[in-house]
């Protein structure tokens, strides 16, 4: 049977009505172990290699990934066979939302892989979750760009990372001395999460879910982070998902989660590329600072907002040694600005990108 940490399955709950679940039976023979889950409603969901698939089959979907997510892990815990060479373990393709050319690509860099070399499938997921600054590095990477999380140090308090792809931040927050969820839709970037994690010593606990439906029981984290995730979201998605963070987070738990702030300079620029339409699938929606300060407060409780970085969205330092040219100098300048609108307050409203800092009430 799928081992499952005793921890995260005594704060797992079911994603419809948040009954507590239980497993419920060992998965068919596969080349992973397996299991499922169940709730008291009847609801069943597969585990794959220790990693609970906890998403809903009933809603719309944010991104087309969930549906494949949900198909890869029923498939391998009914025994099917996968559908293709590398959609199963350990790389997970179909379930990474890459399209054909870039399954292609990393399957030949994973045909190459040995181990101390970059996770191959992290190597091309990283201009997904990072932006243009790492374009050029997609699947020749040496090693994986890790930021620094704007957080105290963690004192082995429970963090919930939503989003988390291939675990930049994940590993991120474990450097910090959190104790880490990482949750993302991807099945292949969970899993991609966890090797990345391990190759640096890490063992944070991850689970497959949707934001909107966090799998957990009411109160269950110190902490919440999320960054470069909830700002694809249409805004009564994303106002779900804050509801949810405010559910999960202890009385006096602090949520940090970054936001795309609809006056910086090019998110005015890409606005009026789309004419300003609110956005589509999943496209970056744009929020004025008032809407996102009143949508924190009335989920979670006191709300304040600083300044992420300006020029784009998921520019950071600790990333320059990765960066092209262009992307150094607008980091630096962004940093510079980035610093100075805490003595000048009026420079946050021009921020691409801003952090909201909510304490749940």
Known sequence: MADLDPWLLSHLSCPRGHGPLTVTGQGAASEVPTAWLGCPAGCTFPVVDGVPVLLRDDVPKTI??????????????????????????????????????????????????????????????????????????????????????????????RLLDIGCSWGRWTTAASMRGYRVVGLDPSLGGVLAARRVA?????????????????????????????????????????????????????????????????????????????????GRDFEVRYWSVPRLLETFRAAIGETDWSVDCYFGLGLQPA??????????????????????SKRLPVLRHAADSVYLEATRR
């Open 319 to 340: 990333d320059l040694a990765f960066m092209s040219p262009t992307a150094k100098v607008a980091t630096r300048l962004s940093e510079r600005l980035r610093h100075l």
């Open 198 to 278: 391990r190759s640096l010593g890490f063992e944070p606990l991850f689970v497959v879910a949707d934001a909107r439906y966090l799998p957990f029981a009411d109160h269950t984290f110190e902490t919440v982070f999320s960054n470069g995730v909830i700002q694809h979201f249409s805004f009564a998605d994303a106002t779900q998902a804050i509801h949810e963070v405010g559910r999960v987070l202890q009385p006096g738990g602090h949520a940090l989660m970054q936001m795309a702030n609809r006056l910086g300079v090019r998110s005015l620029q890409h606005l009026a590329r789309r004419r300003f339409h609110e």
């Open 64 to 157: 087309g990934l969930i549906s494949t997510s949900i198909r890869e892990a029923r498939r391998v815990a009914h025994g099917e066979p996968r559908a293709g060479p590398l959609d199963g373990a350990p790389w997970w393709l179909a379930s990474t939302g890459m399209n054909d050319t870039q399954r292609a690509q990393a399957a030949e860099l994973a045909a190459r892989w040995q181990p101390g070399d970059p996770d191959p499938i992290a190597s091309f997921l990283v201009a997904a979750t990072n932006g243009f600054a790492y374009e050029h590095l997609v699947g020749k990477l040496e090693r994986l760009p890790i930021p620094d999380v704007r957080l105290p140090p963690g004192e082995g308090r």
